[in-house]
């Protein structure tokens, strides 16, 4: 941190030893190709790929998001170009398959010219996959669902070592001897 941060004298940044992966919980990196969103698309770019410290690092404010990124673009590194690529290729993916789900349904279905709206593709999810509000509703299910597998990964980790410990201890206290009058039974 620079000297004049207010918590440079209380905080520190690690390096780690062996390479991580970071998770990103928020909005999905929009499509670079839809109109609607190339302003989102280039802030979240620049947020994410270009060094910064206040967003006048990254956008003027006489600037619009596409701009910057244009004028920025030199600064993101040929690793992390890599990465964006791989975002796009992954939109190209949803987007073939939801496109081939609907043509498999609508040739499943032909027969009696019903399709089951269960099955379907929303429209808002054809023209819209990027909604806040659905992503908002999707991150907040996501943290519930988290918090969920979480608190039961750690309890069954928890009982698992508690019982270890239990049964540890119960043999050691048999091997010495210490309390003779106890039954062989362990209830652990």
Request: aromatic letters at 8%.
């Amino acid at each position: 941190f620079q000297e004049q941060h207010p918590q440079a004298t209380t905080y520190l940044l690690t390096e780690y030893s062996e390479a991580h992966i970071p998770i990103l919980y928020g909005p999905q990196i929009p499509r670079h190709d839809r109109e609607d969103t190339k302003e989102r698309y280039s802030r979240a770019l620049l947020t994410l790929f270009v060094p910064w410290r206040s967003v006048s690092d990254l956008c003027d404010v006489n600037e619009n998001w596409e701009d910057a990124l244009k004028s920025r673009q030199h600064h993101i590194s040929a690793d992390s170009w890599n990465i964006i690529e791989n975002i796009e290729l992954l939109h190209e993916c949803k987007k073939d398959r939801d496109e081939h789900l609907l043509r498999v349904i609508t040739e499943a279905q032909t027969e009696n010219d019903t399709i089951d709206p269960e099955l379907v593709i929303t429209s808002r999810n054809m023209r819209d996959e990027y909604d806040d509000t659905s992503d908002n509703e999707d991150l907040l299910e996501l943290l519930g669902n988290l918090n969920e597998y979480t608190t039961n990964a750690l309890n069954s980790t928890k009982k698992t070592t508690e019982s270890i410990y239990i049964k540890e201890t119960i043999e050691a206290v048999e091997k010495v001897g210490r309390f003779t009058q106890t039954q062989s039974k362990h209830y652990y």
